[in-house]
């Protein structure tokens, strides 16, 4: 079956751009394809620096025919029904069959030649591209990432005609700038096109061409018994940079080397795409570098390894321009600075963001086992390196960059760790701090940003998240899990509450929503982000329902008791109390549709039935117990004693008429106190089946 | 004129000259307000407004107070030039007409690794953006290649494509030198002598330096500044044979433009204000595309 080939080769695409625009091409020609009613043996598409392609196996030449039926007015219907009928048809009355009282129509659509279509749906992809950015060139008005400059576009060899604004579609394509004769040649289906790239230095897939770059990194390394520090996301850019990636390894000054590696990591990095290399075996980095050049050179690479070198050497030039530049400063003036830094319109200066965290971490450091000065200078200290030189060259740095100031300036070691940890963690593959003090900063700069931006009512919605609460409510949350800790989610959002109130009260005015208004928010806010986080980790979202329901907001006993309740109600007696529970609270719920329950405990029963009296004697037998595990805050055991209840209330279930008239009110009773003690461990309602 | 390789500064410029006249660009000389950048210059944030065709290539000193580092940085002056290309509309192969001028000054392309590295560049003070690349050689960015969306707030179109090199460190690299003021002015072999961009500039960016940090008045500055400000709207309401004096107008914008950059310079902006500058120079220059604009379209 006939092959389609499309290539859109145009100008450098930016890097960041390929792998979705690839992923944007095959939905948007599937959709299209299948709208025409193709369905494709196999499409794959392919982006790189100067072309998206796509490849569809096992088109038909054309569609098939198609047979439509459509009903038309009833017999008997007024004329004008049956004009627009006819109208849109596009048939005489004299056409139509009459079935069952109905108007018929028979229309045979002849099946469309399969290279309109193909004509079609390329010049409405390349329209509709959703390129995030976009622009015209030229007087054309044609948007696309870049200048557009060929369309190749073949279908069973033959080139599919047609031209969109002025770009006529052909099968010719472009190999490398420069390498090879840089000759434009004709390629009619996927094979030629591949090797005729090939032939032309162009690797067309990226995870060839990223293959192709550890590969080649690693031959450097091995050679100078060096080691890549792999990058995964250096790796992904890089390999939307070239098309024939070729890596060259440089040499650095080793006088950079007493910069601190994080610098030397970033500039390499940042601003010239470099993999850094480290010694076989050791840690720190090595005084080399390894760049990946868009060309085989003649010379092997020595002119452009030597270019690259120069240019490292003056990046880090500059960056240790800005290191002594900044140890001159220190934390003092730069704290000075940030009064005129504004952190937000309606949340003051960085200064006064700096007052409100230390006071906050203040409070926090007994809760963690903190020393409370110590903790209170790291926070103070913890913003200055954004007003540093260096922070200002490498954002990215902020932290890092304060930690390794406050050691050079002799500042107690656990202040400088929590100056560098304070933002931990970034992300999800990012540690979170373990040392107290960092700790305290840590959840004292992420608490002071959330009740800050739910204050003024900047809270993420959808996919936009412009302060990066969320990250910072799962930091909190990862702190709070990982290290362990008790704490009281509530009180502790109060207190920053009260911090971001008091301490500024000519921001006050920008304020919405009071403070228990916002702590309510928040709760609920960290609620769905505990739900996510444990959901991730294969925890049931219904189970952390039903413990988020009975109010804790203690987030280490919350999960205590998610994975206490998983446990259970993955044995039988588990599974079978749960049925039992919504057994009971079916009855109850019916039963107070017709009026208020009967309250109170329930007494000995006095019917003789032997189920009645084992419940009753399995509730009184089960109250203390199971006080005194949830008081212990053994969750495991609390559902252990629960378990004692499976048979009792299996039995009663079955054999008990709870509406005997005599004996009703207190069957009910029985049946709420079931749900009762259930209900101190879980709410079992909101469990599914 | 030679077709040599340039040996030079000077002679980097003369092939550069040679070769965008060559391609039919009127070759014009610099802007005499100062600015920041060659893009500044009314050749191009005008030209590239309104529909008429206008390719023109020229060397512009450009300004950066900030970066005066007293002649004691290889790489950083408050002082350089940018050579600059407009091409209105831009033609098909642009860049291919691009790398010839590489070429031109003597980068063999097949040992040299030539990238065209995502830079969408804006200048917010002008109301500038567009959709390009920084052109990197080896590693270093040696141009900006921009096609111009918007100029002062207004459509560009048709597009015009705009090329800047930055000039000195072009030339450190074609030239293999590491330190600026090591640079080749002349010809080495020059018979009256040679002369090295030290021996022009290293005495300006040193007293420079001094003026932009600590030299200059603040006070004075802001009242410039200031007053720079009222008189544009003045300006453009005077007219000369029905067209609004928009070319005054805009160099007025250009010395706001650079007085902002002083004030910068003695960091005398706090951050918080850097915004609300550029939005009022931004305005005042929006104001001047607007009236270019609608002269463009009248003529």
Redesign the interface.
């Known amino acids: 079956m006939p092959q389609l080939l499309l290539e859109l080769f145009s ?2 695409i ?3 751009m390929q792998a979705q625009a690839a992923k944007d091409l095959e939905r948007l020609a599937r959709e299209h394809l299948a709208a025409a009613g193709f369905l494709p043996e196999a499409l794959k598409t392919f982006a790189g ?1 100067r072309r998206l392609t796509l490849v569809a196996e096992g088109l038909p030449l054309a569609q098939a025919d198609r047979k439509e039926e459509l009903k038309g007015p009833r017999v008997g219907a007024p004329p004008q029904a049956m004009e627009g009928f006819l109208r849109k048809a596009g048939l005489t009355q004299d056409q139509l069959v009459e079935r069952d009282g109905v108007y018929m129509a028979f229309i045979e659509k002849k099946g469309r030649p399969t290279p309109e279509i193909v004509a079609e749906m390329v010049e409405a992809i390349v329209r509709g591209f959703p390129w995030p ?7 054309k008005k044609l948007r696309w ?3 557009l ?1 060929r369309i190749l576009c073949v279908l069973d060899r033959e080139v599919v005609p047609f031209a969109i604004e002025g770009i006529p579609s052909g099968d010719v394509t472009e190999g490398h ?3 090879g004769d840089a000759k434009p040649f004709v390629a009619k289906d996927f094979d030629e096109y591949v090797a005729g790239l090939e032939a032309h230095y162009v690797v067309l897939d990226v995870e060839e061409r990223k293959q192709r770059i550890l590969e080649g990194c690693k031959t450097l390394c091995f050679a100078r018994h060096l080691e890549l520090v792999e990058d995964q996301g250096l790796l992904d850019e890089v390999a939307g ?2 098309e024939w990636p070729t890596p ?1 390894l440089g040499d650095m000054d080793p006088a950079f080397l007493d910069l601190p590696p994080e610098v030397i990591r970033t500039s390499m990095r940042t601003h ?3 993999f850094a290399v480290r010694k076989a075996g050791e840690e720190g980095l090595a005084p080399h570098f390894i ?1 990946i ?3 085989q ?3 092997g690479g020595a ?2 390894a ?3 070198a ?3 050497s ?1 990046r880090l ?2 960056a240790r ?1 800005f290191w002594d530049e900044d140890v001159k400063v220190g934390f003092e003036p730069w704290l000075d600075k940030l009064n ?3 952190f937000h319109a309606k949340l003051g ?1 960085m200064a006064q963001r700096v007052e409100r965290i230390v006071a906050l971490a203040g409070e926090i450091a007994p809760l963690v086992g903190a020393d409370v000065e110590k903790t209170r200078e790291a926070a103070r200290l913890a913003k200055a390196d954004l007003a540093s030189q260096m922070v200002g060259e490498f954002p990215e740095l902020q932290g890092i960059m304060g930690g390794y100031y406050a050691r050079q300036f002799g500042l107690d070691g656990e202040i400088a760790d929590a100056v560098r940890d304070h933002y931990k963690p970034q992300g999800p593959s990012d540690a979170v701090p373990t040392a107290p003090v960092s700790i305290a900063v840590a959840l004292a700069d992420k608490l002071d940003t959330l009740v800050g931006f739910f204050k003024i009512n900047e809270k993420p919605t959808g996919s936009k998240d412009p302060y990066a609460l969320r990250r910072a409510a799962l930091g909190v949350i990862r702190i709070i899990l990982e290290n362990g800790l008790a704490m009281a989610l509530k009180t502790t959002l109060t207190k920053a509450l009260r911090q971001s109130s008091f301490v500024h009260e000519e921001v006050e005015e920008g304020f919405v929503g009071a403070g228990p208004e916002v702590a309510a928010d928040l709760v609920a806010f960290f609620a769905d982000r505990l739900k996510v986080a444990l959901r991730d980790q294969g925890k049931r979202h219904d189970l952390v329902d039903a413990v988020f329901a009975l109010g804790d907001d203690d987030l280490a006993r919350i999960v205590a008791r998610v994975e206490a309740l998983d446990g259970f109600l993955k044995t039988d007696d588990g599974k079978n109390l749960l049925a039992g529970y919504k057994r009971a609270s079916n009855i109850l719920k019916a039963e107070e549709k017709k009026g208020a329950l009967p309250t109170g405990a329930p007494e000995a029963p006095t019917a003789d039935s032997a189920a009645e009296v084992g419940l009753y004697n399995a509730l009184r037998l089960l109250d203390k117990p199971l006080k005194d595990a949830l008081a212990k805050e053994d969750f495991t055991g609390a559902m252990t004693q629960l378990a004692e209840l499976r048979g009792p209330v299996d039995a009663y279930l079955d054999g008990v008429f709870v509406n005997e008239p005599e004996h009703r009110d207190n069957r009910l009773r029985t049946l709420a106190a079931v749900r009762d003690a259930m209900g101190q461990v879980a709410d079992f309602g909101l469990i599914g089946g | 004129m030679s077709r040599e390789k340039p040996k030079s500064f000077q002679s980097l410029i003369l092939t550069l000259h040679d070769y965008w006249s060559r391609q039919g660009c009127i070759i014009l000389q610099p802007h005499d307000v100062e600015v920041g950048a060659g893009t500044l210059h009314p050749a191009t944030v005008l030209r590239a407004l309104g529909p008429k065709s206008w390719n023109a290539a020229y060397v512009q000193p450009s300004r950066r107070p900030g970066d005066g580092r007293y002649g004691e940085n290889p790489n950083r002056l408050q002082h350089y030039y940018q050579y600059q290309v407009i091409l209105k509309p831009n033609p098909e192969n642009m860049q291919d007409l691009y790398l010839g001028s590489l070429e031109a000054i003597g980068l063999d392309l097949r040992t040299h690794d030539i990238r065209f590295v995502e830079d969408d560049w804006e200048n917010p003070t002008v109301g500038a953006w567009g959709l390009g690349w920084e052109v990197w050689c080896d590693g270093m960015e040696v141009s900006q290649y921009t096609y111009f969306q918007q100029v002062g707030g207004l459509d560009v179109s048709p597009v015009a494509g705009e090329l800047t090199y930055g000039l000195e460190r072009l030339a450190m690299y074609v030239f293999g030198v590491d330190n600026v003021y090591d640079l080749p002015f002349n010809d080495p072999d020059s018979p009256l002598g040679a002369t090295t961009y030290g021996d022009v500039f290293l005495e300006n960016e040193r007293q420079q330096s001094e003026a932009n940090f600590h030299g200059y008045d603040v006070a004075v500055l802001k009242q410039q500044f200031e007053q720079m400000e009222e008189q544009v709207p003045l300006m453009l309401a005077r007219s000369y044979q029905n067209k609004a004096l928009v070319l005054p107008a805009y160099d007025m914008v250009l010395k706001a433009s650079h007085l902002f950059n002083l004030m910068n310079a003695r960091g005398a902006i706090a951050v918080a204000e850097r915004a609300s500058y550029i939005g009022r120079i931004r305005d005042l220059c929006k104001l001047c595309a607007s009236a270019w604009v609608e002269q463009q379209e009248a003529a």
Do not use: H
């Open positions: 100008e450098e930016p890097a960041r620096p950015k976009s622009m015209i060139w030229g007087t990432v870049r200048p400059k700038r420069f390498m940079l070239a060259v010239q795409k470099y760049t050049a868009n060309i050179a003649a010379d002119v452009i030597a270019g690259n120069k240019v490292l003056s030039s500059d321009f005129g830094v504004t200066t």
